[in-house]
C-alpha cells in the first residue's frame, strides 16, 4: 500500500521539475541566442516479488517457466537536455551584433577564462573592445598590423578608433582614354594627376602630349611636376600603327626629388599595350586621354567598420583605403549539449563537452556570421504549451494516487473501531 504513495511522490516531484524546465524556457522566449531544454524520465528502481523460473528440462512436463514478478516504486529524472537547433535570425541593422548560422559558438573573455555564446548583441566600451552586452566581457579574435596583415594570436577584439593608415608612395599611373588621329601636327593634349610620395605629400604631375607626326603617327609626351625636380623619365613618344593602336611605348618610369625630403619618387607609367584597347588609342575621335588610375595615397584616419560573413572586420579610411582590422574567432564542440550554462546567455566546457576547437568562419568552422542581425530563442511555443498540458496532467494523477492511497489506508485504520 505504502509503495504507491512513494511512486506518487517521485511523480509529483518530477512532474515539478519538468514544470520548471518549461516556464524557464517560456520565460526566456524572446532572450537572444537562448538555447531551450526538455526533460526526460526514467523508471525507478523496481522490487522483485519473484523472481523468474526455468522451464523443466523434461518435455513431458506440461508446466513451463515463469515471468519474474515485480513492481515499480516510481520514476526519476533522465536527463535535461539542451537542444542547439537553430534559431530564426532577427535583422536590427546595428554592426556589432553577430548571429551565427551553424553549430558554432562565439568567444568571450573575463581576462582569466573563456566563455562561449551564441547571443552576438556585442558592444564597443570605452577602449574600442568588442565586449558582451550582458556583463562586459571581450570578444575573442585575431587582430591585423597596421598593413591589413592578419595574425595568429587569438586575443581580445579591439576596433582602434584613432588609427591611421599609413601614406603610400605612388609608384605607377595607367593611362586611358584616345589621341585624335585627324589632329595636326603641333596638336597638344593636356591632363594632370595628383601623386603622393612617402609622406603622404600630393604632388600635381601634368602630362602634356604633342602630334609630331602623321605617318606613322606619332606623339610625343613630357611630364612636369609642382613641388619637385624631374631625375629622368619626363618625355617620350608614342607610335601606333595604321589601326589606331599603340605599337611602342616607352619602358623607362618617370622619376622625380619630391620637395618634402622623401625618397625619390618612381613611377611606371602604363600607356597600355602594344596592339592592344584598354590603353590609349590613336582614332579618329577627340582627345580623351587622361590617368585613369595612380596607386599612391595620403594618410588616412578610421572613419568606419564593417563585419562580413567570415566575421573579419574591415575599416574604411578617410583616405578610401580599406583594411582588414581583425576577425571574429568562433569555437566548435564534439558535444555541445554538454556545456555547462553560467549565466548571461554564456556557457562553460564541462568534462563531457569536449574541449573548445577554434576557428574562424569559413577557415576552420563550417558556421557563417551575419552582421547586424541577432539569433533569436529556439523556443517553439506550440510545444512547450503541448508539455505544459501533459505535464499538468501528469502531476494531477500522481496527485491523485496519493490521495487514493490514502483513503485506502483510511479504510484499513477504521477496521478496528
Known amino acids: ?97 553577430l548571429a551565427i548560422q551553424g553549430d558554432s559558438f562565439f568567444v568571450v573573455s573575463d581576462g582569466a577564462q573563456r566563455f562561449y555564446t551564441r547571443a552576438g548583441n556585442f558592444q564597443l566600451d570605452a577602449n574600442g573592445r568588442m565586449v558582451a552586452a550582458t556583463n562586459g566581457f571581450v570578444v575573442q579574435g585575431r587582430l591585423a598590423n597596421d598593413q591589413g596583415v592578419l595574425t595568429d594570436t587569438i586575443q581580445d577584439v579591439v576596433l582602434p578608433f584613432g588609427q ?117 588609342t590613336q582614332f579618329a575621335a577627340s582627345s580623351t586621354a587622361v590617368v585613369r588610375e595612380q596607386d599612391g595615397f595620403t594618410m588616412g584616419d578610421l572613419e568606419r567598420f564593417s563585419i562580413d560573413g567570415s566575421g573579419t572586420v574591415f575599416g574604411a579610411f578617410t583616405n578610401g583605403v580599406t583594411l582588414m582590422l581583425g576577425q571574429i574567432a568562433l569555437a566548435d564542440f564534439n558535444n555541445p549539449a554538454g556545456l555547462i550554462r553560467v549565466g548571461d546567455n554564456q556557457y562553460a566546457v564541462s568534462p563531457n563537452s569536449g574541449q573548445a576547437v577554434l576557428g574562424y568562419a569559413g577557415e576552420g568552422s563550417q558556421s557563417s556570421i551575419t552582421a547586424g542581425a541577432l539569433e533569436m530563442s529556439n523556443v517553439d511555443l506550440a510545444q512547450e504549451f503541448t508539455n505544459l498540458i501533459t505535464t499538468q496532467r501528469g502531476f494531477q494523477s500522481n496527485a491523485r494516487v496519493i490521495s487514493t492511497s490514502d483513503e485506502m489506508l483510511q479504510e484499513v485504520v477504521t477496521l478496528k473501531r
Not at 611630364?223 to 593602336?245: H, K, P, Q
Open 1 to 97: 500500500m505504502m509503495r504507491s504513495i512513494f511512486s506518487g511522490v517521485s511523480g509529483l516531484r518530477n512532474h515539478q521539475t519538468r514544470m520548471d524546465v518549461i516556464g524557464n524556457n517560456i520565460a526566456n522566449v524572446n532572450t537572444v541566442g537562448f538555447k531551450a531544454s526538455r526533460v526526460t524520465f526514467k523508471e525507478g528502481f523496481a522490487q522483485i516479488l519473484q523472481g523468474a523460473s526455468r522451464p523443466p528440462g523434461d518435455t513431458a512436463d506440461v508446466s513451463g517457466g515463469t515471468n519474474p514478478v515485480q513492481v515499480g516504486l516510481g520514476m526519476n529524472i533522465g536527463s535535461i537536455d539542451l537542444l542547439f537547433t537553430q534559431g530564426s535570425l532577427e535583422s536590427t541593422g546595428v554592426n556589432t551584433d
Open 164 to 280: 591611421k593608415s599609413p601614406a603610400r608612395a605612388t609608384t605607377s599611373a595607367s593611362f586611358a582614354g584616345n589621341l585624335n588621329a585627324e589632329a595636326a601636327a603641333g596638336t597638344t593634349r593636356e591632363t594632370t594627376v595628383t601623386v603622393y610620395d612617402g609622406m603622404g605629400v600630393a604632388y600635381p604631375v601634368t602630362i602634356s602630349f604633342s602630334k609630331t607626326a602623321a605617318n606613322p603617327p606619332a606623339w610625343d609626351f613630357e611630364l612636369s611636376v609642382e613641388g619637385g625636380s624631374v631625375v629622368s623619365g619626363a618625355t617620350g613618344t608614342l607610335t601606333f600603327d595604321n589601326e589606331g593602336r599603340l605599337a611602342a611605348i616607352p619602358g623607362a618610369p618617370f622619376v622625380f626629388t619630391p620637395d618634402s625630403g622623401a625618397q625619390n619618387l618612381s613611377i611606371d607609367l602604363n600607356f597600355g599595350q602594344p596592339g592592344g584597347l584598354a590603353g590609349i
